[in-house]
């Protein structure tokens, strides 16, 4: 029986985390012991195990006391026929308890066991044929994969020493490995060491020792670097005095009960939640009954109103946002941000969109790194989410389902507002949805506030289509000026904000002089506060704070954060302990001790960046080793390569989308190693991670275009051929064809196959593509105009530039690139402006 202290702490503490599914479950060996099984013998704890191999094996059974489990493991391997089917007969169960099937019909977060058994299996069997809905758990084995998008209503049981039901994948007994076992177990342990550091956990069963639990268990840290170290609880029939210390030393309560005891009474305690009512609590403020969908949403946009509730109760100094913090809610919900220009021009298009005809609306917010641009987007998010509920800002990892997104919405009423950072990625998702709402009736009306890097937007927005030009709106963001650097510095100045280089200033000279340092940084907002904080320039300050990362581990850490940081994403810590080969404890160990305040930990689900994307560029600029980047590099894709297949590409999955951005010749060329001089670097990376992606049509595309732009047109040609073998993608063919004729041109025009096959593979495209796609028409133009231009007796060339130039302005006259292959057509070839 449970005493009082128990169901006090059951009541109080473990209930409200279960209410909101937060609480992760670990099951340990032996919970299950005695339970009925198929050879009529219940399933046998680690004592009784050793009795039943020395019966089978024909061994004295007085022998078995005294006998150790990995000898008599050993022995049973070597002398039991069919010893898959001794160990499958003993751990398969026929029936399972009441309190056991209460187990999978509560909503825990993860369910981690270091049981073999089939109990799962068959509770969840059980409760779907009891005609009420309950978690849609699904199972998985040591050596699976994590699903790309895992979903609140469909939690993982993960078999940490593996399970009966693959038996031929290989099992964990008390520490002894049996079958053959997978490397790619580190993924799961490295899940499940996280869950416990982070906490939030209860753990059940008292044979953890020897496990992963347990090792997770003896290193959690005290020191809170995760952020938001949450409880945890662990239940057992006793606990020894040295026990309960080291328990409550890791931050974990102990509770004196069985497992029977303790699940009935926590089952007693908690009435039934179907997926609907518990997706309802998660997210009260989304209409429909598309489960799946909302559960989706749930997972990857955050709820506006609510996180600015929650972060107007936090605390702490407000002048870190002004030193180069990140954009956080609790920044925005105390007004801390100076109101600029871009906050009341994304809240002006907004309340215009609103009075339009229009059923969507997008507002792409540009300008250069550090610009304020993120700020802008939330500060106004949170102006509008004061008369609007249904405002979200976009924090998933993976990419936006298209299928998802449209079943969330489509019910809806009155305005729906997405906010994402980063966008370009979602330019083609964003675009579907449009096209989704305006072809179909809904009451919904779509806006998206999208944050990107001008460059990026521009070289990205052909994802868009030409129906869809009418509803893009975009705010650039420029350099301050006289009125938004006031703001800047009264805003400084009433939060007791003092800039070290305007002491002294009168307040119209210290705006002066912020303006200057904002046109000397171009638009970087946050290098010109950064540099106006201190008497040392942005540089010297930027390389003191590196040079204060006083351990090779911790810097090795940093770097691999800053590369992925610099490219705009996140990094889980399961990646970063898998790419350094260190345990989640010693990570939490660096993070803590190393890199405090050098880093931001956004708890266990999403990961770490570096303090900002600017920080993160300007040290792998100027302060990190070049050959050290190469090495991290490298090391990072050796890690992300196991971890997504072909088939996942199409679901965007986090680690595809760092491997995809951290490898794309653009990021490489222009941010990691820029000069033709450190293009051996490149070189080396590619050739090394060949045989990582070979399969993936995306690497071939982005290495061809490396080679291009190096010079070496053979080879990108070879590669953009290898690419389209392994995926038809646009890209591939338009690369290649661009390619072939830019080969054509390079040879004197001596090769006219290269010219048939280039011309056609891009007139194909326009065929294909044109009429809502500008590129196939400014990749074929521009190689007919230099061909032109070179060899004005080419008839053939200029009558196909004149096609080309003829069709494409009938859809694209707003392109700034096609309309200047079109002045320049028009240089050679006047008669045109009377046509």
Known sequence: MLNHEAKRIIDAEIIPKMETGNLTLFLGAETFAGTPSLNGKGVPSTDELIKRIFESAGYPPEEALLTDFPTAFGAGQDDIDDFDNFLTSNYSVSSVHTWQTDIFKLWWKTIFTTNIDNIANEALAQNKRSGLSYPD??????????????????????????????????????????????????????????????????????????????????????????????????????????????????????????????????????????????????????????????????????????????????????????????PEWFYVSHH?????????????????????????????????????????????????????????????????????????????????????????????????????????????????????????????????????????????????????????????????????????????????????????????????????????????????????????????????????????????????????????????????????????????????????????????AYNIPQEDIKTRLINLMICLAPKFTIEDIKHHPLSYKIYRSTLSFHYLTETLFRGRKNYSYIHEIYSKCQNLFASDGVFWLQYGRFLEKDGDIEGAIHCFRKGLGLYDSFQVRHALGQTLLKKYIKTDYSERELYEEGTAILLREIEMRGHHDVYPFTSLGQCLIQIVESNPSDEDSLNMLKTVVNRGIKHHQADSVFMDILKRYLKFNPDMTNN
């Open 137 to 326: 758990y699904k199972i998985y084995n040591y050596s699976d994969s994590e699903p790309v998008h895992a979903l609140p209503t469909a939690p993982p049981i993960v078999y940490l020493h593996g399970t009966v039901t693959d038996i031929s994948a290989g099992v964990v007994i008390d520490g002894i490995s049996y079958g053959i076992t997978s490397s790619k177990q580190s993924e799961w342990l490295t899940k499940c060491a996280l869950n416990i550091e982070y906490g939030n956990c209860l753990f059940i069963g008292s044979k953890f020792k020897g496990s992963a639990i347990d090792s997770a268990i003896r290193s959690k840290n005290a020191a809170d670097s995760f952020n938001s170290r949450e409880p945890s609880w662990v239940v057992g029939e006793s606990f020894t005095q040295i026990e309960k210390s080291h328990y409550l030393r890791k931050g974990i309560t102990p509770l004196v009960a069985n497992a029977g005891d303790f699940f009935s009474y926590l089952k007693s305690q908690i009435s039934h939640v179907s997926p609907e009512k518990f997706l309802k609590r998660k997210a009260p403020y989304l209409a429909g009954n598309a489960n799946r969908s909302i559960g989706w949403f749930s997972e990857n946009f955050e709820h506006i109103p609510t996180k600015l509730a929650l972060a107007s109760e936090e605390s702490g100094p407000y002048s870190r946002f002004y030193m180069g913090d990140l």
């Open 336 to 620: 801390v941000p100076a109101v600029l220009p871009a906050h009341r021009a994304i809240v002006s298009e907004v309340n215009a969109f609103l009075n339009s005809d229009s059923k969507c609306r997008l507002i792409a917010v540009t300008g250069p790194l550090g610009s304020g641009k993120t700020t802008a987007c939330m500060m106004a998010a949170a102006e509008i989410s004061v008369n609007h509920l249904n405002v979200h800002h976009f924090n998933g990892l993976n990419g936006i389902e298209i299928e998802h997104l449209w079943n969330t919405i489509k019910d809806t009423r009155g305005l729906f507002c997405l906010v994402i950072d980063a966008a370009y990625e979602h330019f083609y998702a964003i675009n579907a949805v449009f096209e989704r709402i305006m072809d179909r009736a809904t009451s919904c009306r779509l806006c998206v506030i999208i944050e990107e890097r001008t460059r990026q937007y521009e070289r990205n927005k052909h994802h868009f289509m030409s129906s869809q030009l009418d509803n893009i709106r975009q705010i650039k963001v420029e350099n301050l000026n006289l009125a938004s650097a006031t703001k800047l510095y009264d805003k400084s100045f009433e939060l007791g904000i003092r800039f070290e280089k305007l002491t002294g200033k009168t307040r119209k000279n210290s705006i002066k002089e912020i303006i200057d340092f904002d046109k000397g940084y171009k638009g970087d907002l946050l290098a010109t506060l950064y540099d106006l904080s201190s008497r040392k320039s942005y540089r010297e300050k930027l390389a003191e704070e590196y040079r204060e990362i006083d351990t090779q581990e911790a810097r090795d850490v940093y770097q691999t954060v800053a590369l992925v940081t610099a490219a705009r994403l996140p990094l889980p810590l399961n990646f970063i302990a898998e790419t350094h080969n260190i345990s989640v404890s010693n990570l939490d160990r660096i993070i803590s001790d190393g890199l405090r305040d050098k880093i931001h930990t956004h708890g266990v689900a999403r990961g770490v960046s570096a303090r900002h994307h600017s920080i993160a560029e300007y040290h792998l």
